[in-house]
């Protein structure tokens, strides 16, 4: 008899599938809890130690008004920097002589601009040097396809083509309104 009222009293003890569920979660979430805790201390010891993970200071208003004073245009927004400019308002690469009807202007963002390499590496550069034609070079880094537009619109350099690039991406970033 007493074995019997034994395995009454175990099975009795014994828990729920869903409570064992419950407490499943519950322990894996003081567990995360305790991981990201022990993550945190780790990671803001490792910033204070090698001055890491820091945002950059907000820029001051005399440097937004130094930078719009130095970029920006009224009709299409920000430009590149005058020591980036070539003699035609394009970004360096090769220098153009003085004609009445170029090859080749290219507007647009970054891709156009070819941000992140030097001046003789844009692909614009390597046209010139493929084929013999003038490619100009007016892109900005971060331009929309609508300042692109008003850029190209405000040029007064005739070329036979005009090569507008426009990324799917670039549709965020339209800025004008109607």
């Not at 907000?58 to 009224?74: A, D, N, Y």
Request: charged share 25%; glycine share 6%.
């Amino acid at each position: 008899m007493k074995n019997n009222s034994h395995a009454v009293a175990v099975k009795s003890r014994r828990i729920s599938r869903p409570r064992k569920i419950l407490f499943g979660l519950f322990a894996f979430l003081i567990l995360w809890a305790g991981l990201d805790v022990c993550v945190y201390i780790c990671l803001a010891r490792v910033r204070r130690k090698f001055h890491i993970f820091r945002m950059p200071a907000l820029p001051s208003s005399k440097q937004i008004e130094h930078f719009v004073q130095k970029h920006f245009h009224q009709t299409w927004g920000w430009d590149i920097d005058e020591e980036e400019k070539g003699p035609l308002g394009n970004r360096k690469g090769h220098l153009y002589q003085g004609k009445q009807i170029y090859k080749i202007k290219v507007f647009g963002d970054s891709f156009a601009y070819c941000d992140q390499v030097k001046d003789n590496e844009t692909w614009e550069y390597l046209v010139e040097e493929n084929t013999g034609w003038e490619c100009i070079n007016f892109g900005v880094p971060a331009y929309g396809p609508d300042q692109a537009l008003l850029k190209y619109k405000d040029n007064n350099i005739e070329t036979e083509y005009v090569i507008l690039t426009i990324l799917d991406e670039n549709i965020g970033r339209l800025l004008t309104s109607c």
